[in-house]
């Protein structure tokens, strides 16, 4: 912990440029070979850097869900959370998420999805989610880094503070089924919501079906939820 906390501190104050073994070790006040048998190498740091990041991420994230009074709160709460954590950590943020290596996700990350997916889950059983839950859950999570980083970018130049809710506020009213602000059919609208509950039921839990089968009750639930 203590080699992570010194690395956090060489990437704030000069990326991830500055977070060399050499200066890690000193910093840290440990032998160059300790990181090695640890983290291998500099890239095996920054992954376990950025595993760390998300660490603390999750930790602020789970505070702000605490404090709410639902999975529709959790939403807009973890949203806020998400780009209050980046805008405030912009050098550990962007080696979290703007540093992507194709195909591959640390196992925080893949932590912190599942975290909105079952928030997504709980919605879907509600019956108000417009979209399945994981097309939900990417929508939200890949808008959220988007204005995050746009954010971090424009320190110098800093768009309106209207950013980041306008935003939220826009994906929450495409994976959300709000039947007063939309002047279509109820009943078209209770069978998409009741079907996609289903599909959340079935993707969240054990079955009596084969995997197939579950496959294509899915299949056709998603197919009956997009007709509305």
Do not use: C, N
């Not at 010194?6 to 104050?13: D, I, P, R, S, V």
């Not at 440029?17 to 048998?37: D, H, N």
């Not at 195909?103 to 932590?111: L, N, P, V």
């Amino acid at each position: 912990m203590r080699i992570l906390r010194a690395a956090t501190e060489l990437l704030t104050e000069g990326g991830t440029e500055a977070v060399s073994t050499r200066a890690v070790s000193a910093r840290a006040g440990v032998q160059q070979p300790t990181l090695y048998r640890l983290f291998g190498d500099k890239r095996g740091l920054l992954e376990a850097l950025a595993s760390y990041g998300f660490e603390k991420y999750l930790a602020e994230k789970q505070s702000a869900h605490a404090a709410t009074g639902g999975p529709l709160e959790d939403l807009r709460a973890g949203w806020d959370a998400h780009v209050a954590f980046g805008v405030g950590r912009p050098e550990l943020y962007q080696l979290m998420y703007g540093t992507v290596h194709t195909g591959q996700r640390s196992a925080a990350a893949k932590e912190a999805y599942q975290g909105l997916l079952a928030v997504m889950l709980k919605i879907a059983a509600l019956g108000v989610l417009r979209v399945p839950p994981d097309v939900a859950a990417q929508m939200m999570q890949s808008s959220a880094i988007g204005v995050t980083l746009r954010l971090i970018a424009s320190r110098d130049d800093p768009p309106s503070d209207e950013l980041s809710p306008r935003v939220r506020d826009a994906v929450l009213g495409a994976i959300l089924v709000d039947p007063a602000s939309r002047p279509t059919d109820p009943a078209a609208d209770a069978l998409a919501a009741r079907a996609l509950s289903l599909d959340s039921a079935v993707a969240d839990g054990p079955t009596d079906l084969s995997p197939a089968e579950a496959a294509l009750l899915r299949e056709w639930l998603r197919r009956l939820a997009s007709r509305h």
